[in-house]
């Protein structure tokens, strides 16, 4: 059964750093692109990125580029979603998703992480 | 940037009736590059379509998608409680890759 299972919820301060994960597993978690989503508040989904965790293979969002890092561990079988120095607006639910067709650098989201809630208030 | 644009914002339909929700591309794309997916409250999105009207496994088949070029229609043709819900669509293909704001299907 494929499954990806993200971190659990965080609340930080702002300025602080923080790094999310998510686990794959019952599928070849490196040959299939994974996705990270952000989903504010109360409002729609936003695509920030890929990575593909064979060789990492990274992919940005110019709305997210500079602002987050995507990396994976192939080892673990994890990708993971940092942040050098939160703001109060990255709070959001963030959301990791397996990328089809697979080994292709687009496409659609077939299985999705639970979601990890980022909370950054003072 | 191509940016989609879905309509309407909210749709308020009963259990039974047909539910047409439109996604717009601010220009042409391939047919081959649009997604659909169902968002319930508290839930992680769920894939319904793919390649604009390729149904996900396990998705019945009251769900279809349509359309080519810059207008591309997701159906329901017979709304049951459990479709109530925000529906996305999403671009692939383009970069950056990019998700509609959303249509909100709600109970009358």
């Known amino acids: 059964e494929v499954q990806l299972v993200q971190s659990g919820a965080e609340v930080k301060q702002p300025g602080e750093s923080l790094k999310i994960s998510c686990k794959g597993s019952?599928?070849?978690?490196?040959?299939?692109?994974i996705g990270w989503v952000r989903q504010m508040p109360g409002k729609g989904l936003e695509w920030m990125g890929i990575?593909?965790?064979?060789?990492?293979?990274?992919r940005y969002s110019p709305s997210f580029q500079g602002l987050v890092t995507i990396s994976a561990d192939k080892s673990l079988s994890t990708a993971y979603l940092q942040w050098s120095s939160l703001k109060a607006s990255d709070t959001a639910m963030y959301y990791c998703?397996?990328?089809?067709?697979?080994?292709?650098?687009?496409?659609?989201?077939?299985?999705w992480g639970q979601g990890t809630l980022v909370t950054v208030s003072s | 940037e191509i940016v989609l644009t879905q309509s309407p914002g909210t749709l308020s339909l009963s259990p039974g009736e047909r539910a047409t929700l439109s996604c717009r591309a601010s220009q042409s794309v391939s047919s081959s590059s649009l997604a659909w997916y169902q968002q319930r409250p508290g839930q992680a999105p769920r894939l319904l379509i793919y390649g604009a009207s390729s149904r996900a496994t396990g998705i019945p088949e009251r769900f279809s998608g349509s359309g080519s070029g810059t207008d591309f229609t997701l159906t329901i043709s017979r709304l049951e409680p459990e479709d109530f819900a925000v529906y996305y669509c999403q671009l692939y293909g383009y970069s950056p890759g990019t998700f509609g704001q959303g249509t909100k299907l709600e109970i009358k």
């Open positions: 990575i593909y965790p064979g060789d990492s293979d990274t």
């Open positions: 998703a397996r990328q089809l067709p697979q080994g292709d650098s687009s496409g659609w989201y077939d299985y």
């Open positions: 019952g599928y070849s978690f490196t040959t299939y692109w």
